[in-house]
């Protein structure tokens, strides 16, 4: 179940709510009791780090690229093999 976060636009009060998707949203703020209790937008915490699936299976410097060497701009007429650098 995902944690959101409202805010009451009247008094300031804020809190995350532990919800159902299905759920409706709240309205009534649990501090002053008026209905300006707002679901807020916010980031979501999810990362991705370390050697896990994005290293293993994008990361990999075959994945459709050739490292022809030198001459990387083949489709540039001012290209030098030499210095691999185009003008």
């Not at 976060?5 to 919800?19: I, M, N, P, T, W």
């Not at 937008?41 to 991705?48: E, I, M, R, S």
Request: some cysteine; hydrophobic content about 25%; proline content about 7%.
């Amino acid at each position: 179940m995902p944690i959101y976060a409202y805010r009451c636009e009247e008094c300031g009060f804020s809190k995350d709510v532990l919800q159902k998707l299905s759920d409706k949203p709240l309205t009534v703020c649990p501090s002053c009791g008026k209905e300006s209790f707002k679901k807020q937008l916010t980031a979501a915490a999810f990362q991705l780090k370390g050697t896990g699936w994005y290293e293993t299976d994008f990361k990999n410097s075959h994945s459709g690229h050739s490292d022809a060497g030198p001459s990387a701009c083949s489709c540039c007429p001012m290209s030098n093999p030499d210095t691999g650098t185009c003008g």
